[in-house]
């Protein structure tokens, strides 16, 4: 078997028949669990530059940041189209006719064959959802969903702000739209089981979904998890333990969800633990050497769920 996942370069290339890639961009949004709506913490391992650029903040524009990546992405991955995948925060926190200036910006550019937006379940209405519909008409438009956990405990734990069920009624008011949707977990979170964590995928592949993204919890600096793990009281995921997680995670999931992203991509200069999640390469190499060792691929295990 040449492939025992769906992968997002696959994917691209099924559509649109070469290599497209994603460019992060910075529109300098906020989030409701940061600026005091919800919590003014945040999630306890997001520190406070929510892994952005803060190109926005530096007067960096939308255009110039995806014109600027575009000669790289180019070169580097002889990409033909892009994906504008705006990232940090939450990128559907903003009136309605500001979220329309940003997305309009980033369509206008030739190479641009879509938008990825990545918000939280409890930050899209009627409205954002009737603007991204209309795209979706003549776009490839993406909506990621960052849930981390369908356990209510390790969302409070955490301080998400939101529980599972606003997830859920995120999905339902996205699905028929022509929006894809791709949700993000995290392995690792603290005090749960590998059992737990497997519970999260099982459900997730129950539903509508499109796609998904596997996280590592990585320690970074400043944050409330840099606190604990100081203090002895959480204690990370070897390489070992989140390569069979995942592996055994994948053979829950339906053959044609989209696999998005299988570890996280920490910033060296942030990073407290584990050390092995610099070893990006190294992992997902791993990942794919225990799914032939174990006879594992995406969709193996999905009878048991029927």
Known sequence: ?????????????????HRVHKITVDAGMSCPNRDGTISANGCI?????????GFFQKGI???????????????????KK????????TNTYAPV??????YDEALAIEEVAGLSIGTRPDCVNEEILTLLQSYAKNHLIWIEYGLQSVHDATL??????????????????????????????????????????????????????????FHLLYVIKGTQMDTFFQ?????????????????????????NMVIQRLTSDPHPRELIAPQ???????????????????????????????
């Not at 078997?1 to 028949?17: A, V």
């Not at 524009?61 to 990409?79: C, E, G, H, W």
């Open 156 to 213: 409070t734990l955490i301080n998400r702000g939101h529980d599972f069920n606003a997830f859920e009624k995120a999905i339902e008011a996205t699905q028929n739209r022509g929006i894809n949707i791709c949700a993000h977990i995290i392995f690792g979170l603290p005090g749960e089981s590998k059992k737990q964590m497997i519970e999260t995928v099982k459900r997730l592949s129950q539903m509508r979904i499109d796609g998904i993204k």
């Open 61 to 79: 524009s939308v255009t110039d940041q995806i014109l600027n990546a575009r000669k790289y992405v180019i070169k580097r991955y002889k990409a």
């Open 231 to 255: 203090q002895g009281t959480y204690q990370c995921l070897t390489q070992r333990e989140y390569v069979d997680t995942l592996c055994e995670a994948l053979a829950y999931l339906p053959e």
């Open 1 to 17: 078997m040449k492939n025992r996942f769906y992968d997002l370069n696959t994917y691209f290339k099924n559509i649109f028949g």
């Open 97 to 102: 006719d500001t979220l329309k200036r940003l």
């Open 82 to 89: 892009f994906i504008a995948y705006f990232q940090s925060y």
């Open 276 to 306: 092995w999640a610099m070893k990006k390469k190294e992992t997902i190499e791993l990942i794919k050497k225990t799914l032939e060792k174990k006879d594992l691929y995406q969709g193996k295990y999905l009878s048991k769920l029927l």
């Open 45 to 53: 391992y997001c520190n406070a530059s929510g892994s952005g650029t």
